[in-house]
């Protein structure tokens, strides 16, 4: 099993932009990976994801245009930049590898089977 450790987060103010990491304990080329975030009395929902070739990515519409994943193999590293953040972006945010190599985007969490510890983001109104 991977292990993947997230960094990054923080405190910002709303409109302010954070970049968080995902680093592996082992190669992770060939698995799709994606981030995930949990709000105080929430479920756990999907971010963003993107294939193991890093050629193809997918966001959650509440994201789109403001969040970037991208990936950068030779450091076994998974970023997740967030630009334009919003009060309700909140939440403990989590990096999961995808259970099974080669695949192109997957977007429920069932199908990862590395997570994580998580970071924890605030933005402030």
């Known amino acids: 099993q991977v292990q993947l450790v997230e960094s990054g987060g923080g405190l910002v103010q709303a409109g302010g932009s954070l970049r968080l990491s995902c680093a592996a304990s082992?190669?992770?080329?060939?698995?799709?990976m994606a981030w995930f975030r949990q709000a105080p009395g929430k479920e756990r929902e999907f971010v963003a994801a993107i294939s193991w070739t890093g050629g193809s990515t997918y966001y959650a519409d509440s994201v789109k245009g403001r969040f970037t994943i991208s990936r950068d193999k030779a450091k076994n590293t998974v970023y997740l930049q967030m630009n334009s953040l919003k009060p309700e972006d909140t939440a403990v945010y989590y990096c999961?590898?995808?259970?099974?190599?080669?695949?192109?985007?997957?977007?429920?969490?069932?199908?990862?089977?590395?997570w994580g510890q998580g970071t924890q983001v605030t933005v402030s109104s």
């Open positions: 082992a190669r992770t080329f060939s698995y799709a």
């Open positions: 999961a590898a995808d259970r099974n190599p080669w695949r192109t985007v997957v977007t429920a969490s069932a199908d990862f089977g590395s």
